[in-house]
């Protein structure tokens, strides 16, 4: 009786795990239509036969983005809308410019983990663990380097040279999404109440009301 119950307890836990997983592709692939009016987990496949080598191509990766923004870099995203053969094969990318002291600020992915290779110059990188802690998990990387970024926790990148910086990062999402957290906070269309980010941030109104005219 005990070994019959471990072994439902077991293939519980299997059924569990199998049911929490992203399913397995029933297909080569599935292109991604264009202006597809149909919605759902992914995007709607183009016809298999009308697909094309360019589907599965993106160009332009190795050109230096325009940093001259109030953070001071660039992303350069290849997700799915960028390159529609990413379409439900779960994996994307990214390059980010920073100009000298530049950031990428404070945000989340939160369909997505990413890992980020430093290709030039040096950053400094971290992510918050969650509540109660909220631990910094940080370093400074060097050309070569490579850290990850858990799925869901906030995190950043901050050049810390006096030279222009590039890294490449890779999500395990074809459209990870991006949670900036000031713009969240205080660019959200409409505003959240005056009195719930006073209360959130322990600011006087003044101040929300100012960081709110940047966004």
């Not at 036969?49 to 995203?77: E, I």
């Not at 990387?141 to 869901?152: A, E, M, R, S």
Request: proline share 7%; charged share 10%; aromatic share 8%.
């Amino acid at each position: 009786m005990a070994k019959s119950a471990l072994l439902i307890c077991f293939l519980g836990v299997l059924f569990t795990f199998g049911a929490a997983a992203d399913p397995s592709p029933l297909q080569d692939f599935c292109v991604a239509q264009a202006g597809g009016a149909v919605h759902v987990n992914g995007l709607a496949c183009k016809d298999p036969k009308t697909v094309q080598a360019n589907d599965f191509s993106f160009s332009g990766l190795h050109l230096p983005a325009n940093t001259s923004n109030a953070v001071g870099s660039r992303v350069t995203p290849v997700f799915v809308a960028q390159l529609p053969g990413l379409n439900a094969l779960g994996i994307s990318m990214a390059r980010i410019d920073y100009a000298p002291w530049g950031i990428n600020p404070p945000h989340t992915h939160p369909r997505a983990t990413e890992i980020l290779v430093v290709s030039e110059g040096t950053l400094e990188v971290g992510f918050v663990t969650s509540n109660p802690d909220n631990r910094l998990i940080s370093k400074v990387l060097q050309k070569g380097d490579v850290f990850v970024f858990p799925q869901g926790l906030v995190h950043f990148q901050r050049n810390s040279g006096s030279m222009n910086a590039v890294a490449i990062a890779a999500l395990s999402s074809q459209s990870p999404g991006v949670i900036t957290v000031a713009n969240a906070a205080f660019g959200s269309t409409p505003d959240i109440a005056m009195d719930i980010l006073v209360k959130a941030f322990q600011v006087d109104k003044n101040i929300v009301s100012n960081i709110q005219s940047k966004f």
